[in-house]
């Protein structure tokens, strides 16, 4: 694998595991993520509210 494609897969399980609503495993939370819409735009909403802090 390319280094793009480690980067993408470490930002993904940063922001899984930084969602604070569902209480899981990153792996429980994966498979919730892609069966859910409205949690995976939790996730995304609070990755990028976490990244926003650091700008």
Same mark, same amino acid.
């Given at each position: 694998m390319?280094?793009? $494609?480690?980067?993408s !897969?470490? *930002? &993904?399980? @940063? /922001? =899984?595991?930084?969602?604070? %609503?569902?209480?899981?495993? *990153?792996?429980?939370? #994966?498979?919730? /993520?892609a069966? @859910?819409? =409205?949690?995976? &735009? #939790? $996730?995304? #909403? &609070? /990755? !990028? &509210? @976490?990244?926003? %802090?650091?700008?």
């Amino acid at each position: 694998m390319t280094w793009e $494609v480690w980067r993408s !897969l470490r *930002i &993904a399980l @940063n /922001a =899984l595991g930084r969602e604070p %609503s569902f209480r899981r495993s *990153i792996r429980q939370k #994966s498979r919730r /993520a892609a069966m @859910n819409d =409205l949690y995976m &735009a #939790s $996730v995304l #909403s &609070a /990755a !990028l &509210a @976490n990244y926003s %802090s650091l700008l």
